[in-house]
């Protein structure tokens, strides 16, 4: 499976933080094979294949597969890290 560098970590940045993908990507994951086509460039249309099997292999189900999936994800991940990021403030600083 051979799937571009800069893809595979954009898809990784989205699954693993909700980076907001755009363009061909967003495409990929939101499953718009229209889309996808016409926004890719040579080399990513060349790995159109490798890079939805990578998709379907590689990331949870749950984040790709259609806008809804994808809004939902970005949501999902802000979410968990605004949450996050007010438990540490209620904390105050840590004595290291």
């Given at each position: 499976?051979?799937?571009?560098?800069?893809?595979?970590?954009?898809?990784?940045?989205?699954?693993?933080?909700?980076?907001?993908?755009?363009?061909f990507?967003?495409?990929?994951?939101?499953?718009?094979?229209?889309?996808?086509?016409?926004?890719?460039?040579?080399?990513n249309?060349?790995?159109?294949?490798?890079?939805v099997?990578?998709?379907?292999?590689?990331?949870?189900?749950s984040?790709?597969?259609?806008?809804?999936?994808?809004?939902?994800?970005?949501?999902?991940?802000?979410?968990?890290?605004?949450?996050?990021?007010?438990?540490?403030?209620?904390?105050?600083?840590?004595?290291?």
């Amino acid at each position: 499976m051979t799937v571009p560098p800069k893809i595979r970590e954009l898809i990784r940045s989205y699954a693993d933080f909700g980076s907001p993908p755009g363009g061909f990507v967003k495409a990929v994951l939101e499953n718009n094979l229209e889309l996808a086509v016409f926004a890719a460039d040579s080399d990513n249309l060349k790995h159109l294949k490798d890079i939805v099997m990578y998709c379907h292999w590689e990331i949870p189900s749950s984040c790709w597969g259609s806008p809804e999936k994808v809004q939902a994800w970005v949501k999902e991940k802000k979410d968990g890290y605004e949450k996050e990021e007010k438990e540490k403030e209620k904390e105050g600083p840590t004595n290291s």
